[in-house]
């Protein structure tokens, strides 16, 4: 399967590099010269893309979607079916110095289930993104990103609202809006988007 060598019901690439006492679920494919490194944790059906490292202690759910070229530091957790888009980057110290040791004071950042990271965006350490936030391409965050929130620029900025199929909602006057895709709807009460029925 074009180079991918099976480990326990998940597949690596031969020219990926895989450490020691790192956890990979069932089904999980790591492609070219990609390093996963001690302590990362890997969800089942995930797939991960080429050239990318993710650093130890990185929490990845089920069926995360790692394009190229992607950058996971210590102190980042993905819930499930979470997508980050080519060579998107994540930060891990506020204020780093070369010549200043700050290892074990990598601040938080957790990714909410569903949500989508494009490709180029940098994600500056220690903010929470909610579940389906949608996150543009070449988009710097600086601050907690709400639930389905779309978010644009440097630094991002929300510019409207998404469903969880990933569609821009249209909120009418009473405040309710359709997916065109799923037919979901949903609710915008106190600046907070709410899912009427299962979005997915």
């Not at 991918?4 to 450490?19: M, P, Q």
């Not at 936030?133 to 630094?155: E, Q, S, Y």
């Not at 998404?162 to 106190?190: I, N, V």
């Amino acid at each position: 399967m074009s180079g991918l060598v099976e480990h326990d019901g998940w597949f690596a690439h031969e020219s990926a590099v895989i450490d020691d006492g790192c956890s990979i679920g069932a089904g999980t494919r790591i492609w070219h010269f990609s390093h996963i490194m001690p302590g990362a944790a890997l969800g089942e059906g995930c797939n991960i893309g080429q050239n990318v490292v993710i650093s130890p202690d990185v929490v990845l759910g089920r069926n995360c979607k790692v394009q190229n070229n992607v950058s996971l530091y210590t102190g980042v957790t993905c819930e499930d079916d979470v997508f980050l888009g080519p060579s998107c980057v994540f930060t891990n110290i506020t204020n780093p110095r070369s010549a200043v040791v700050r290892r074990g004071q990598y601040a938080q950042t957790r990714v909410g289930h569903g949500a989508s990271i494009g490709a180029n965006a940098t994600i500056v350490c220690g903010h929470d993104i909610g579940p389906y936030a949608f996150i543009g391409a070449g988009a710097v965050v600086t601050k907690d990103v709400p639930a389905h929130a779309l978010v644009l620029g440097n630094p991002a900025r929300q510019v409207g609202w998404m469903s969880a199929f990933g569609h821009r909602l249209e909120f009418d006057d009473q405040g309710m809006a359709t997916c065109p895709e799923s037919g979901h709807t949903y609710a915008l009460h106190d600046g907070a988007v709410h899912p009427i029925d299962s979005a997915l």
